[in-house]
Nanobody
């Protein structure tokens, strides 16, 4: 089992910044992928960014050049620095941890960007 604890969501004006954190604990595999998805009201959950334990990164086109994902393997923690936020970034952001064993989701953290 793996537990994920997210933090850092909130309300921000358009153009502002937020930083999300997600700490994993439990049965952590050294080879894993951690990342962030988001789900806006009435829409499907979509990938925002993900990073492997080896440092390979994928971003959604909609957040490239604005968001930066990073991780601290020693702390089993992944971060999402979100800059130049837009109202369309408003969603519940979910952390994900996945390995050969299973995938686990965080409880979600609300990000609201006002215009």
């Amino acid at each position: 089992q793996v537990q994920l604890v997210e933090s850092g969501g909130g309300l921000v004006q358009a153009g502002g910044s937020l930083r999300l954190s997600c700490a994993a604990s439990g049965s952590i595999f050294s080879a894993n992928v951690m990342g962030w998805y988001r789900q806006a009201p009435g829409k499907q959950r979509e990938l925002v960014a993900r990073i492997t334990s080896g440092g390979r990164i994928i971003y959604a086109d909609s957040v490239k050049d604005r968001f930066t994902i990073s991780r601290d393997n020693a702390k089993n923690t992944v971060y999402l620095q979100m800059n130049s936020l837009k109202p369309e970034d408003t969603a519940v952001y979910y952390c994900i941890y996945s390995s050969d064993e299973a995938a686990y989701w965080g409880q979600g953290t609300q990000v609201t960007v006002s215009s």
